[in-house]
């Protein structure tokens, strides 16, 4: 990165075969529609993830490379209420082979939040299945803050605190906040602590 931008790549669409060099790996998980695809866009500063219309259509784990040593992992989201069960189910395992497969190059995991919703049961199941994988760090990003008035600010970070310790940052992909902070957490990745 260098005080530069930072080289972003789309590598492919994975539903097993997870590329298995040693890049370390930053993933991205959250409910479908909670503003995923928004925040990697904000992040990279150019439009590589693509920003549905249609809530819950990407149905594979996207890869990213960053800069030299790092891959970006977009996860498809969570909880689309139109999904069957037989798709819930695909959704499960995809998700548990690349937990178990590139667990060891897993080097954060940003779990996002509505930050005007706050938590609901399928994030705290998240963060139940996050928590199992103990090792694993994670820090919960709050999308659409511009969205979300003073008194819901302050009730939706209570209620993520009463969930877990992990870090909490608020994000807007419409004002670029949150930016800074996240590449941050990236920055240390790449160069170390
Ligand atoms: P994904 O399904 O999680 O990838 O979510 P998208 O990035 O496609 O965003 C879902 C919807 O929320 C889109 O209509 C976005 O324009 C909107 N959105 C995403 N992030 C923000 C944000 O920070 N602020 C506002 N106001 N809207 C957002």
Known sequence: MHGG????????????????????????????????S???????????????????????????????NLYLVDVPGYGYAKVSGEERERWKEMIEKYFSECKDRIALILLLI?????????????????????????????????KANQKQQAEVIKKVRSLTNAPIIPTSAKEGKGKEEILKYFRGIEYGP
């Open 5 to 36: 931008k930072s080289e972003v790549k789309f590598l492919g669409s994975f539903k097993d075969n997870f590329p298995k060099d040693q890049k370390k790996h930053v993933v991205f998980v959250g409910r479908s529609n909670v503003g995923k």
């Open 38 to 68: 928004s925040l990697i866009n904000m992040l990279v500063g150019k439009k590589v993830a693509y920003v549905s219309k249609e809530p819950g259509r990407t149905r594979t784990i996207n890869f990213f490379s960053f800069g030299k």
């Open 114 to 146: 509505d930050g005007r919703v706050g938590p609901v049961a399928l994030d705290e199941q998240m963060i139940l299945f996050l928590e199992m994988y103990q090792n694993l760090p994670y820090v919960v990003v709050l999308t659409k803050w511009d």
